[in-house]
Nanobody, 123 residues
Framework: QVQLVETGGGLVQTGGSLRLSCAAS????????MGWFRQAPGKEREFVTG????????YYEEFVKGRFTISKDNAKNMVYLQMNSLKPEDTAVYYC????????????????WGQGTQVTVSS
């Protein structure tokens, strides 16, 4: 079981930036994908981006391409989400999750989840 803790959420104006962090602990298998999901009020949880734990391959949902960047630091067991050019529609609770396989966008494929961090973008 992997434990995940997200930090870095907050309130930001349209066009601003935030960096989310996810601290991972426990047994992280090399084949795992580290992912970010988000859930806005009244909406289903949706995939944002993912990165291989063992490697540098990434994949993004279309609506964040060019604005969000996922990265990691294996030595520190950390995963990051740099969010630029934020829009009001990016407002959501953002979750870090781990699972796989690489390329999956399904919540059910990700086994461990953090508690989430709120991101609010004001217009």
């Amino acid at each position: 079981q992997v434990q995940l803790v997200e930090t870095g959420g907050g309130l930001v104006q349209t066009g601003g930036s935030l960096r989310l962090s996810c601290a991972a602990s426990g047994r992280i298998f090399s084949w795992y994908v580290m992912g970010w999901f988000r859930q806005a009020p009244g909406k289903e949880r949706e995939f944002v981006t993912g990165i291989r734990w063992n490697g540098a391959d990434t994949y993004y949902e279309e609506f964040v391409k060019g604005r969000f960047t996922i990265s990691k630091d294996n030595a520190k067991n950390m995963v990051y989400l740099q969010m630029n050019s934020l829009k009001p529609e990016d407002t959501a609770v953002y979750y870090c999750a781990t699972g796989g396989p690489f390329g999956s966008r399904r919540s059910s494929d990700f086994r461990s989840w953090g508690q989430g961090t709120q991101v609010t973008v004001s217009s």
